[in-house]
């Protein structure tokens, strides 16, 4: 596995859960097993210092309305709209399987 560093790891939430249109605990789900992944099973030394709580509740997905999705009650809505966390380069996938 490729060095991966604090801000692949928690920038790579918010996108996911966009791109996936996930529920809340599917998304709950997908930060813990990210979280045994990188932690347990990789011993990866930046994973140590993420703070997995505030990523388990502050990129919950946005709520799908009647009206479609809305990303304004997501509680990082402005984190969404960052292009700074967005811009990951390299996909989280590629620096695990590399």
């Not at 966009?18 to 789900?29: D, H, T």
């Not at 990523?55 to 009650?73: F, H, L």
Request: net charge negative.
């Amino acid at each position: 596995m490729g060095e991966v560093s604090v801000e692949h790891i928690t920038a790579f939430f918010p996108r996911y859960a966009r791109e996936q249109r996930l529920n809340g605990w599917q998304y709950r789900q997908t930060v813990e097993a990210v979280q045994l992944l990188l932690v347990d099973l990789a011993q990866c030394r930046a994973a140590t210092e993420v703070d997995w709580d505030f990523c388990t509740v502050a990129y919950q997905p946005p709520k799908i309305t009647a009206s479609g999705i809305s990303y304004r009650s997501s509680p990082m809505w402005t984190m969404l709209r960052s292009d700074s966390l967005l811009a990951l380069k390299t996909p989280l996938s590629d620096w695990l399987w590399s």
